[in-house]
């Protein structure tokens, strides 16, 4: 079915063949986990050249296409085999590494790839039904990994610790995977955006940013909540009241045919008035699904447009180095009535306190 | 000091500069987890180039250069002002998008771009004392996650149960992260090597293979038994005992200046024998380090020799497919007295009974 869509894409754009060589494009347009290369040409069946070390895989699992195997030594034989006489000349790909490309050029000279990863991102940003079902268990997921964390927190504990909570929560509930390496970041490190996990313990009177999400059947999940053990200060207060408005303010406008900098434009304009402009040191969202960062985005230069099926994370933050941060994240799916929360922890001030 | 021999690496290879992009490289060479770009440029104090919304972390960080944050838009401009009038000519680089590629041809029309990612990897598949210290802490905490796995495991129970105690285990003694997506594969899923987890439930009289790492201070260790919950069939002991005896034969021949086809030779010889040549369908290991898999390897075309300092697992497996498989990996450190096994839970058959 997708891939039927596939092909009509490629026809529009005047391609001749496209191959699909990212992971999870491979599985979007299969449903086979086992990577390889999808050979979509004009006028031929679909083959799906699996790995050989994934080839009882693929065949289990692979749907609307031939599955062959190939090896390190025989990948370009075997494009050429799944080729047969068709000789494609406009040849479109998703994701090459330079090597690949040049390999293919010089196996085939007269081809002119041409690198359309936007044929594929054009259809997986807009979520189908049985696709938002599965993200909605997915941010279920995340909520109850948020709760482990929230119940496990305390003075003395070690980030690694939580973080350990969390997964165990999240996987025992039918998680396969994380969605993401956790980040579990107390104190100074929560001025860090992208701080992973360290064995640092947790004090009183400090932030902890606490960002995870679960895979659910290989679609992810993103949320973020920052706690804190004890009483907050007032800086500390203003700091959470502002983040929490920036996303709250921005929710409401995660709609079909909302531009993205728009979006990110009245999360930014809350932080802004605040005093914080230059602590907000990153965009405002970015689109979810079968990978954590995908396709739509919300940012100053977003050039983006929201469409009903988009899935998307509000996430404004203040980070002030040396001193903390507060991020506040969900992930909302855009639907014909508007935005719909996926994850639904609490994040009012007074939830945050442990 | 590893910028320093990079910068070596550089004059030996006859380039003007070298850019780092690949994220663990720009861990490996200067201990930020920011990501960006680090710029080695001869007679030049290097640069990194951090994202702006990690410039905290990577300022805390980094050693060994300066730092300067880039955004989407300006990060050619931070290149050149990075390159100041060095106007380099012979420019390598670990790993660049096409996208990336092209970019820079078109700002620097007169660099001659080219593909160096072995200069880069030539350095980290020699393991100094420090990271093969962190290493084996790596290696023990997914021996804890192993130990947790078996505890747990009984019939009834589902893989994506069994994954969730594996993971708290390494993370609640100091895992940052998992070293990969866990493989608990229990039924016909055994015969997939790369077979991930869902929510199947374990049943009396099948192989379960549990296929699982920590990562500690980012380096990464890879481990896999495969189990059994009551009493093996013939042909079930037969397969385990053949592929044990794989693993243990090519143990004593990672050793330093061996040749990686020799090793999976060794392994391979003893599948063959036993009549199942076919079902042996990877190689026998990879080396494993900030990343999963890494130079060098271990497989019939593999052109590596092991030295001193390579970390390299050791993994022949048997795959039926429809019927089910067995791996058993260790990850091994090659050291001037030999093999040394950095995982070392129980491999037995009576070990592997639960």
Same mark, same amino acid.
């Given at each position: 079915?997708? =891939?039927?869509?596939?092909?009509?894409?490629? @026809? +529009?754009?005047?391609? /001749?063949?496209?191959?699909?060589?990212?992971?999870?494009?491979? %599985?979007?347009?299969?449903?086979?986990?086992?990577?390889?290369?999808?050979?979509?040409?004009?006028?031929?069946?679909?083959?799906?050249?699996?790995?050989?070390?994934?080839?009882? &895989?693929?065949?289990?699992? +692979?749907?609307?296409?031939?599955? @062959?195997? %190939?090896?390190?030594?025989?990948?370009?034989?075997?494009?050429? $085999?799944?080729?047969?006489?068709?000789?494609?000349?406009?040849?479109?790909?998703? /994701?090459?590494?330079?090597?690949?490309?040049?390999?293919?050029?010089?196996?085939?000279?007269?081809?002119?790839?041409?690198?359309?990863?936007?044929?594929?991102?054009?259809?997986?940003? &807009?979520? /189908?039904? #049985?696709?938002?079902?599965?993200?909605?268990?997915?941010?279920?997921?995340?909520?109850?990994?948020? #709760?482990?964390?929230?119940?496990?927190?305390?003075?003395?504990?070690?980030?690694?610790? &939580? !973080?350990?909570?969390?997964?165990?929560?999240?996987? $025992?509930?039918?998680?396969?995977?994380?969605?993401?390496?956790?980040?579990?970041?107390?104190?100074?490190?929560?001025?860090?955006?992208?701080?992973?996990?360290?064995?640092? $313990?947790?004090?009183?009177?400090?932030?902890?940013?606490?960002?995870?999400? +679960?895979?659910?059947?290989?679609?992810?999940?993103?949320?973020?909540?920052?706690? &804190?053990?004890?009483?907050?200060?007032?800086?500390?207060?203003?700091? %959470?009241?502002?983040?929490?408005?920036?996303?709250? @303010? !921005?929710?409401?406008?995660?709609?079909?045919? !909302?531009?993205?900098?728009?979006?990110?434009?009245?999360?930014? !304009?809350? =932080?802004?008035?605040?005093?914080?402009?230059?602590?907000?040191?990153?965009?405002?969202?970015?689109?979810?699904?079968?990978?954590?960062? @995908?396709?739509?985005?919300?940012?100053?230069?977003?050039?983006?447009?929201?469409?009903?099926?988009?899935?998307?994370?509000?996430?404004?933050?203040?980070?002030?180095?040396?001193?903390?941060?507060?991020?506040?994240?969900?992930? =909302?799916?855009?639907?014909?009535?508007?935005? #719909?929360?996926?994850?639904?922890?609490?994040?009012?001030?007074?939830?945050?306190?442990?």
């Amino acid at each position: 079915m997708r =891939i039927k869509r596939l092909m009509e894409s490629i @026809e +529009a754009a005047n391609l /001749d063949a496209y191959i699909v060589s990212r992971e999870s494009n491979i %599985y979007y347009y299969t449903g086979s986990i086992s990577g390889g290369f999808l050979l979509a040409v004009h006028g031929l069946e679909p083959t799906l050249l699996a790995p050989s070390m994934n080839l009882a &895989i693929a065949l289990d699992k +692979a749907k609307g296409c031939r599955v @062959e195997p %190939y090896g390190s030594s025989n990948l370009l034989d075997q494009i050429e $085999k799944a080729l047969g006489k068709t000789n494609p000349r406009h040849v479109g790909f998703d /994701d090459f590494t330079i090597d690949m490309s040049n390999r293919l050029q010089k196996r085939f000279p007269e081809m002119e790839l041409r690198s359309s990863a936007e044929i594929t991102w054009n259809m997986r940003r &807009i979520k /189908d039904p #049985e696709e938002q079902g599965i993200m909605r268990r997915a941010g279920e997921l995340t909520d109850i990994g948020m #709760e482990a964390a929230k119940e496990y927190m305390k003075e003395g504990v070690k980030e690694c610790e &939580i !973080a350990a909570e969390v997964v165990h929560a999240m996987m $025992k509930n039918g998680a396969g995977d994380v969605a993401f390496s956790p980040i579990i970041a107390s104190g100074q490190r929560s001025a860090y955006p992208h701080a992973g996990v360290t064995e640092r $313990k947790i004090r009183r009177g400090e932030f902890i940013v606490i960002d995870i999400g +679960a895979t659910y059947r290989e679609y992810r999940s993103d949320l973020t909540r920052t706690f &804190i053990v004890g009483e907050p200060s007032k800086k500390q207060i203003e700091i %959470y009241e502002t983040v929490l408005q920036a996303n709250e @303010e !921005a929710l409401p406008k995660i709609r079909n045919e !909302a531009k993205g900098s728009d979006v990110d434009g009245v999360a930014r !304009a809350v =932080i802004v008035e605040a005093g914080f402009r230059e602590y907000f040191v990153h965009g405002l969202g970015h689109g979810v699904g079968l990978e954590i960062h @995908e396709p739509p985005s919300l940012s100053e230069k977003s050039g983006d447009t929201l469409r009903v099926g988009n899935v998307i994370t509000d996430e404004p933050g203040i980070y002030i180095p040396g001193w903390g941060g507060v991020r506040v994240e969900d992930t =909302i799916l855009v639907t014909s009535d508007g935005p #719909e929360k996926l994850t639904r922890f609490d994040k009012s001030l007074d939830g945050m306190r442990v």
